[in-house]
Structures are given as C-alpha cells and as structure tokens.
C-alpha cells in the first residue's frame, strides 16, 4: 500500500522558517518524481516544487522562488521543503504526491494526508 505522511507543519511567524518532511513507503521512492503541492480552503491545488527522482533537478513556482527548497534523501524514502522567509500567503495545507510538475495530478498518482502551515503573526 503506498503511503505518503507530511509532517513539519505548525503555526509560525512571517519571516520564520519550517521544514516539511513527507515519508514514503509502499512503492520504489527512488523511481518516481516528487512534488509539493498546497491548497488553501475554498481554493484550488497549487502546485510548489518538484524535483527528480534522483534529485538533481527541480522546479519551483515563482511564488516561492528563492525561499523554498525541495529535497530528497532516496535511502530514507523522504521528501523534504525547507520553506524560508515565510509570508502570511504561505497559509495553506501542504501535500506531498507522486510525479513531476507536469503530471502530479493525475489519477495514477498518489498525494497525502497533507501538513497545515499557518503563516501569522
């Protein structure tokens, strides 16, 4: 069974720092790209980052250029975001899925429970 469990989320200040964390299992982690994606209530998915499978290329929304920084440590099967620099508009709930920017959403893809990040001061 594939799972995929965010954590690192939490209430923190504009300017602050978090990081994300998202476990795989149940499938070759290595393998597969892997993307950032969030949702704010009431709002459509909006897609953060993504990176390789091995890790060397990733992609980020312009929304979080520069602050955010995907990664992933295929021998731990971990996906991180170190998000950097937080602004109020960073509030969302934050899920970690399957593929690249491109196909994330499609159906044969999997994507988590998700992690809530509350940007405020």
């Known amino acids: 069974e594939v799972q995929l469990l965010e954590s690192g989320g939490g209430l923190e200040q504009p300017g602050g720092s978090l990081r994300l964390s998202c476990a795989a299992s149940?499938?070759?982690?290595?393998?597969?790209?892997m993307t950032w994606v969030r949702q704010v209530v009431g709002k459509e998915l909006e897609w953060v980052s993504s990176?390789?499978?091995?890790?060397?290329?990733?992609s980020y929304a312009d929304s979080v250029k520069g602050r955010f920084t995907i990664s992933r440590d295929n021998a731990k099967s971990t996906l991180y975001l170190q998000m950097n620099s937080l602004k109020t508009e960073d509030t969302a709930r934050y899920y970690c899925?399957?593929?690249?920017?491109?196909?994330?959403?499609?159906?044969?893809?999997?994507r988590g429970q998700g992690t809530q990040v509350t940007v405020s001061s």
């Open positions: 899925a399957t593929g690249s920017h491109r196909d994330w959403a499609d159906p044969t893809n999997y």
């Open positions: 149940g499938f070759k982690f290595r393998n597969y790209h």
């Open positions: 990176i390789s499978n091995g890790g060397v290329v990733t």
